[in-house]
Structure formats: C-alpha cells, structure tokens
C-alpha cells in the first residue's frame, strides 16, 4: 500500500515538473540569430543573404553558425561522417532544423581552409533543446538556463589536425615551431601555419634537396655596379680603387681625390677612379708620382744662355761676365763703357772694346812726328831722320771677339792719296810675327786685313801695315803706315 503511494506522488512530481518546463519561453538570441516565433526557438540569420557583397576580392560567401565565413572560390566544405556526443538520445533523431542550417542530421560540417586549420565546425542535432553554440561544441539547451555552458564540454569539440582545445573551449592553432614539435632540419628555419607549419631556408639559402645551400647572388640580378662578393646566405658589393659605394649600396660612384684628400703637391687633376698630378711650369714629377721636383734646366742644354745658366727653383736665368748685360733674358751684351762712364783722364781717349775699354793717348805721336789730325802723325820732309822713315803714321784701333771664325775679313786698307804712274803695294811689317794675319791687295789703291788663326782673348795685337807707292820709271818712291791696334775680347760674344 506505502509503495503505490509512493510511485503516485512520484509521478504527480514529474507531471508538474513538465508542465512547469514548458510554459517557459525565450525571445533573446545570441549574435548571429534571430528568434523564431512560429518554432518557439533561435535560428541561425544568412548574412549571405541580406549583406550585399558581404566577401570582397573575388572571395565566396559560406553562411556558418552565428556568422559568415569568406572563402576562396577553390575552397571546398569538409564533411565530418563523426556523430558528436549528444546528452539525450532524442537529439540523434530529429533532422536538420535546429539553430545550425549548415549539415544534415546527424553529421557535423567543417569549413576548411586550404592550409588545413579548421575554421568553423558545427553539428546538426535534433529536437529543441540540442543546439550547436557558437564556440563550436554542442551544448543543450535548458529553458531554466538557455545559455549556460556544460562544465566540462571538451569531449563535445572535435579539431582539425594542427588545431587544439583552447582554455575557453575553441579550437586554436598549434604553434608546432614554438612548441618544438616541428621535424625542421637545423639548417632551416620553422613557419607556423595555421593548423600546420612549413620548413623553409633562411634567407639567402634555397633547398636543394633536403638540404640549404648558398645563393650566389653575385650571378643573378641586381648585380653590383663594379664588383660582388658572395657571402654565406648574403653578398655585398664592391667598388674599385678610386670609387665608392652609392647609398643603394649598388652603385659605385667616383671619388674626387682632388677635394677629399689632395695628395698632389702642386697641381691635383680628377679622372674617373683615380687623379693624376701635374706640376707647374719648371718642375716634373718625381718618381711617387705625387710629389715635383726642380727641373735644372742647366744641366739639360748648354745653348740656354749666352753665357752662364743659373739654375732656381722651378726656372733659370742667365748671368753675363762683367762688361756685359743680359739682352732677352739670354743673351750678353756689350757695356759700352766708353759712352756711360770710363776712367780715362782728359789727355786720353777712351777705346771700347768688347767686354771692356782701353784708354789711348789722344797725341799718339812719338818724335821726330808731329799731330798734324786726329791720329795722323806726319814726319817732316824738312828733318833729315824722316828721309828714312814713313812719311806718315796713321793710328786705328779696333776690337773682336774671341774665337772668331777663320779665314775672316777684319780690316780694309786704303790709299788716301792717288798719284798718276805710280804703283802700290802693301805689306805687314810688323805684329804678324805667329802669322795669325794675312794682307790680300784687292786694288791697286786698297787691301784687305785678313784673320787666318782664331785668336783668344783677352789680348792685344799692334799690327804695322805699310803701303809703298812708287812711279813708274823708279825716281819716285815712299811709303806710310798704318798702325793698327787689334783688342780681342775675352769671350766670344
């Protein structure tokens, strides 16, 4: 009797508690639904639908849970044949109408990105109280509590290869190269993906192979304007001596060694990737090609000066002996002194000469002869001594210079007075002793001084010469001098 009370109280119990159950309803939805009112539940909203061009970029439009997921036109939607664990055995056998749309019943549908990562995962039950949440794992739905979590609902989540559960119950991506559970080579170098990861070489390196070898990039574009220098996963570029690297650290570009850093010693001259130096007027280089010597031009050529070459630096200058002065900066001339100042006393008459002067008496003549012009001297008919001596003594004086070239023409004699049938000769008489002259008559009233020797200076010649005048039938005979005094310069100019 007890016991069948029991089982009715019970059963009142139950009655009352589904009744309560289901006068409760619900009108607020998460993100991403909206509230059905003819089935009293929330259905998943299709922004594929009413969001105008809702992926850009050529991209597609896949309506997910809650959401829309933008995917590659080659993208293709995973079924997963795997029966999530549900918590009533009715959910297992209602078709496709709960808040997911996305799989039919029973099966659980997965967008997959092509790199493998899982990107949204539903799981189509039946009835009203099962539902997909939007984390990914099915939860039930408790009209006391319609959003409560399950407190241990990691069994409900299933994740593609490279994802796993998160603390908050989604499928997060596994970072295999921090984690250490990549087979990357050492060598190589770990890339996460999304739900994967990639072993490349580092840059620089290209796989050949299982293995990471250099890149010579000195053999492929960009190449170095002058020179490359591969180095190990890198090169660098180079420039020749004489230019340096651009700021793109491609291009060599010259360098002016005149401006930075002037090694010349006088004149500094800018050619592509290098200088040359040049020295002024006067100087050469010297061996280092940097620094310039004196040129002693001297020593180059003996035809510089007339006289002395005076090497200075970067130039010369020539020097004449006393006596002379520089004419054209290279040739000597003669001072003459006896024009400018001469220390000749007033008796005395003043002779230039080249490279010098002479002081002569103005009264040359000596006795028994008399002054009768300037340097004539007469010997008077009337004294006895004269019947023997020239009737008359001329006095000329002339200078040349040293080495003279021979035979040479120096001085012309001539007859002042003619006389009819008379004949003249002439002849050296005295000073011709070494036969350095020679007298040729050119006329019967004429002759001409020659040089024969070359004769050196400083030196003086006193050369007498005598012109006999006889007539024809011989009753008639004299003869005058001419003396002539011949000062060779010192030099030969």
Not at 441 to 446: A, G, L, M
């Amino acid at each position: 009797m007890l016991k069948a009370l029991f089982l009715t109280m019970l059963t009142l119990a139950l009655v009352k508690s589904q009744d309560t159950e289901e006068t409760i309803t619900y009108t607020q939805c998460t993100d991403g639904y909206e509230w059905d009112p003819v089935r009293q539940q929330c259905k998943d909203i299709d922004e594929c639908d009413i969001v105008p061009d809702a992926c850009k970029g050529g991209m597609k439009c896949v309506n997910h849970y809650g959401g829309y997921l933008c995917l590659p036109k080659t993208a293709q939607i995973i079924v997963n044949n795997e029966q999530p664990q549900q918590e009533t055995p009715a959910a297992a056998e209602t078709s496709g109408a709960g808040a997911g749309g996305m799989a039919a019943s029973g099966m659980a549908a997965s967008a997959v990105m092509p790199g493998g990562g899982l990107v949204a995962s539903a799981a189509a039950v039946a009835g009203p109280e099962v539902q997909t949440g939007r984390n990914n794992f099915v939860i039930r739905r408790n009209p006391a509590d319609p959003q409560r979590i399950p407190a241990n609902p990691s069994h409900r989540i299933q994740c593609a290869t490279g994802y796993e559960q998160s603390e908050h119950n989604v499928c997060q991506d596994i970072d295999e190269c921090t984690a250490g559970t990549h087979n990357c080579r050492a060598d190589q170098v770990c890339i996460n993906l999304r739900g994967s990861f990639a072993c490349q070489c580092p840059p620089g390196y290209q796989k050949r192979g299982e293995q990471c070898v250099d890149i010579d990039e000195c053999t492929i574009p960009p190449y170095c304007h002058q020179r490359c220098v591969n180095t190990p996963g890198s090169f660098y570029c180079q420039c020749s001596p004489g230019f340096q690297l651009a700021a793109n650290n491609y291009t060599c570009v010259d360098i002016n060694e005149c401006d930075a850093s002037n090694q010349c010693a006088q004149q500094c001259y800018n050619i592509l990737g290098s200088f040359i130096c040049q020295c002024n007027q006067g100087y050469e280089l010297s061996s280092d090609r940097l620094n310039c010597e004196d040129i002693d031009e001297c020593r180059t050529s003996s035809y510089l000066c007339q006289y002395q070459c005076v090497n200075e630096p970067g130039k010369f200058s020539c020097m004449c002996p006393q006596g002379y002065q520089v004419v054209r900066s290279r040739t000597c001339q003669d001072i003459m002194r006896c024009e400018t100042t001469n220390d000749c006393r007033e008796d005395e008459m003043c002779w230039n000469y080249h490279g010098g002067f002479r002081c002569y008496p103005r009264n040359p003549c000596q006795d028994p002869y008399i002054l009768t012009s300037e340097n004539r001297c007469v010997c008077p008919v009337s004294s006895a001594v004269c019947r023997e001596l020239p009737q008359s003594i001329v006095y000329k004086y002339m200078s040349i210079r040293s080495d003279r070239s021979v035979p040479s023409d120096i001085f012309q004699i001539q007859a002042t007075t003619i006389y009819a049938n008379t004949i003249n000769t002439f002849r050296i008489k005295s000073g011709n002793e070494n036969g350095e002259f020679y007298l040729r008559q050119t006329s019967p009233v004429s002759a001409m001084l020659v040089l024969v020797k070359s004769l050196s200076g400083p030196r003086e010649y006193i050369v007498d010469l005598e012109m006999l005048t006889v007539n024809s039938i011989g009753t008639f005979r004299t003869s005058s001098v001419l003396r002539l005094t011949i000062i060779v310069g010192p030099f030969s100019f």
